[in-house]
């Protein structure tokens, strides 16, 4: 079978087989190593030209600005991911900090050259971060410490040293991970020894589970080719991947006049790579009677909240720990109640019909969690109010079925040539309520620096049952002039967003956000924030830049229009009474007399129709008529009229309750 031109699961990684352990509250944790290698040679320490004179145009050299991108990283770990490690290691400095282990001539207890481990790799402290943090923004210190040395650097040894950091410090972490920060697209071209021993390490880097990244930076007017010599050394995230294409990395570059430019390309791409995705469920997907695979699923979409790990109690000598304990009491008694006295009881005809847990268990019982597809319908035939929930990623794993890959690969394709969608039975876990949902194929989605926002993959979209679906209100739309409509879609052109597309990742939650920045200012002692950053407020400024003109505009179109209606609608002055006064610029100022529809059509030409009324007991709209139209219509169905008003609508709708 055909394999996709790209598949990636660098975006969909699989953390969820990472080591799990459950804090004191209760709470499963997972744990992710990341370790730096930043490349300090004189090249890297060089900022980029400038194509403009733009006093925004780059001045970080590519070094410093993969250390404020590993600020930053450590900064967003330290929140959403606690108890991740990170470490910074720099190869090609002058001085050199690594103690203990062998270097490669054999000799115990010498520093390795030219590394020097900025940040041990561990769970990063507000010391770190600060430490960090003055680094990027002291350029003394930085120049004091950023010297590339005179001699080569071997790249055999500084795998070496990452393999020593991550066998001493996260040695039973299942996700371990090196970040190559560098220029230098074949650092070993002369030394054929010096290459084969830098490939022999990246084997015992991924012998030892160790994923190697790579984060090329590449110059105005000349690119980085992979293939001299990282091409050797990068090894797949898990052997079960080797049957699988891999996509190469665009080698990142900074020729915008734009400042941060290099860090924004640096951090976007980083992102990509370290963005924990855990996976939902892991299921089989039944093709046909006995030909299944194995594919894992995920939620790409979730509101964030602040996570509570525990609750403080304040009211005692001194702030403590609160442990919870829930107890169920009997309502009358207020006596405890123990679990075996509780029956589960369903209320019929007034009676309580008891089950017995193992009833209980069978009436959930829809069959074992699996994906079935059921048959194949085309796209159109979807329509776009059918996704009432949130859908689910799924994306093929070998770890159950050797070979999902390749016939997840080919059913992929063959939806997206076909324009056909499946028809699946969705059983995601035990006891869960069988769902048929849609599997709609997916294709990949690509940044703006090359880098993969989304993989290739099928979405499980739950259909609507006939429960689900309500019937629209019935509406009286007047449809405005074509002259309003073509301005409106000319101020709705100007406020579309750039590209058309809308990235929900660029609005963080303000008061979550506002959260963190309130931990992270107390715990690197910074001083307080006056207010939050909202970027979810609309850009006035902007908007009335592009979007004012034509909406003043329109409003004027609305006035003169309204004007014109109004001039035409003028009703005709009858009788003695004095008509009432009309201006050009100003509109009828008489008193109006509240009259509802049915009245008014009752006075003037006898009963309500039947259809009339009919629409006002659907609306439940019978008691704004009158007394007098009522009785006119009750006349005309020979129904009783005494009684006050509301036994008057109390008939009406025992009339139309009984056709």
Not at 156 to 168: D, M, P, R, S, T
Not at 290 to 301: A, D, L, N, R, T
């Amino acid at each position: 079978m055909a394999e996709p031109d790209k598949w990636n699961s660098e975006s969909i990684d699989d953390e969820e087989d990472d080591e799990e352990e459950v804090d004191e509250t209760g709470y499963k944790t997972t744990k992710d190593a990341i370790l730096f290698a930043i490349d300090v040679s004189t090249s890297m320490l060089t900022a980029p030209p400038s194509p403009s004179n733009d006093k925004q145009g780059d001045s970080d050299s590519p070094t410093l600005a993969a250390l404020k991108c590993a600020y930053h990283l450590m900064q967003q770990r330290i929140i959403s991911h606690p108890n991740d490690m990170l470490g910074i290691l720099l190869f090609g400095t002058e001085k050199s900090k690594f103690e203990g282990g062998e270097d490669d001539s054999g000799k115990p207890g010498l520093e390795h050259p030219h590394c020097y481990l900025l940040t041990d790799l561990d769970i990063p402290s507000a010391e770190d971060v600060k430490c960090l943090k003055s680094l990027a923004e002291d350029e003394d210190k930085f120049q004091r410490l950023m010297v590339p040395s005179k001699e080569l650097v071997s790249m055999a040894n500084v795998l070496f040293c990452a393999n020593q950091i991550f066998a001493k410090k996260a040695s039973n972490f299942t996700s371990r991970r090196l970040f190559i920060v560098t220029d230098n697209e074949n650092p070993h071209a002369q030394d054929k020894s010096l290459r084969s021993a830098s490939v022999v390490r990246a084997k015992d880097l991924y012998d030892l589970g160790v994923t190697i990244e790579l984060f090329p930076i590449s110059r105005p007017g000349k690119g980085f080719d992979r293939a001299k010599f990282y091409d050797d050394i990068i090894y797949r995230s898990s052997p079960a991947e080797l049957d699988e294409p891999i996509s190469t990395a665009a080698a990142i570059t900074s020729t915008t006049g734009n400042g941060i430019s290099l860090l924004n390309s640096l951090l976007s791409s980083i992102n990509s790579k370290a963005v924990a995705r855990r996976a939902l469920f892991n299921l089989p997907l039944e093709i046909g009677p006995g030909f299944k695979i194995s594919v894992k699923g995920y939620i790409f979409f979730k509101r964030q909240e602040p996570a509570r790990s525990c609750y403080v109690w304040l009211n005692g000598e001194r702030a403590q720990i609160a442990k919870g304990i829930t107890m169920q009491m009997s309502e009358d008694t207020a006596r405890h109640v123990e679990k075996s006295e509780i029956t589960k009881a369903y209320k019929f005809g007034g009676e309580q019909v008891a089950f017995t847990p193992e009833e209980v268990k069978d009436l959930r019982y829809f069959g074992d969690p699996v994906i079935r597809i059921i048959g194949f319908k085309p796209l159109s035939m979807l329509p776009i109010w059918a996704s009432l929930k949130q859908s689910t990623f799924i994306y093929p794993t070998e770890e159950d079925v050797i070979g999902s890959t390749r016939v997840f690969s080919a059913l992929h394709q063959k939806l997206l040539k076909d324009e056909k969608m499946g028809i699946v039975w969705f059983v995601a876990r035990k006891n869960a309520a069988p769902v048929i949902a849609a599997m709609i194929p997916g294709t990949e989605r690509l940044g703006e620096h090359k880098e993969q926002v989304m993989p290739p993959g099928m979405w499980l979209v739950p259909l609507p049952y006939a429960d689900d679906i309500r019937r629209n209100p019935e509406t009286t739309m007047v449809m405005s002039p074509d002259s309003l409509i073509d301005k409106m879609r000319v101020v709705v052109q100007q406020l579309q967003l750039p590209k058309g597309q809308y990235n929900p990742e660029k609005y963080p939650n303000p008061a979550l956000q506002w959260h963190y920045r309130i931990l992270q200012a107390m715990a690197l002692e910074e001083d307080l924030p006056e207010k939050p950053e909202d970027k979810t407020i609309p850009k006035y400024r902007q908007i009335h830049k592009r979007a004012g003109e034509y909406v003043l505009e329109w409003g004027r179109e609305l006035e003169e229009l309204f004007l014109t209606w109004q001039k035409q609608n003028r009703p005709l002055a009858t009788g003695s009474k004095r008509a009432a006064n009309y201006d050009d610029n100003r509109s009828l100022t008489t008193k109006r007399t509240k009259t509802t529809p049915g009245a008014a059509s009752a006075s003037s030409s006898g009963p309500l129709s039947d259809d009339i009324m009919r629409v006002h007991w659907e609306k439940n709209t019978i008691n704004t008529l009158t007394i007098p139209t009522l009785k006119n219509w009750m006349e005309s169905k020979n129904l009783t009229i005494g009684g006050k008003k509301p036994a008057l609508v109390e008939r009406i709708e025992e009339y139309f309750e009984t056709k």
